[in-house]
């Protein structure tokens, strides 16, 4: 599964971002579809995930900031993020948990990450 993210950048705080991740390849079907980010000197965290039912699970710190949303016709998940703040920065990985058409075997993909960076 090849997965291009894309829609990083630099913004002042208080100001909005899109990401967006297109998952390709020999996929069956695509179960949860995240968003995840690695600050520098700190551990990647989750934070937003969206089943193939349109469950959604937010972090505490971008519940109300951030929503996630998901195309199934074009394999494809977003991240609005709104109201944007300095401690948001980071590098922004997208996560697909799916199925390959091959023997049906589970497939965890990682996009290569975005930078998203907030000047105050």
């Known amino acids: 599964v090849q997965l291009v993210e894309s829609g990083g950048g630099l913004v002042q705080a208080g100001g909005s971002l899109r990401l967006s991740c297109a998952a390709s390849g020999s996929i069956f079907s695509i179960n949860a579809m995240g968003w995840y980010r690695q600050a520098p000197g700190k551990q990647r965290e989750l934070v937003a995930v969206?089943?193939?039912?349109?469950?959604?699970i937010y972090a505490d710190s971008v519940k109300g900031r951030f929503t996630i949303s998901r195309d199934n016709a074009k394999n494809t998940v977003y991240l609005q993020m709104n109201s944007l703040k300095p401690e948001d920065t980071a590098v922004y990985y997208c996560n697909v948990k799916s199925v390959l058409v091959v023997a049906a075997v589970p497939s965890d993909s990682w996009g290569q990450g975005t930078q998203v960076t907030v000047s105050s």
């Open positions: 969206i089943t193939s039912g349109g469950s959604t």
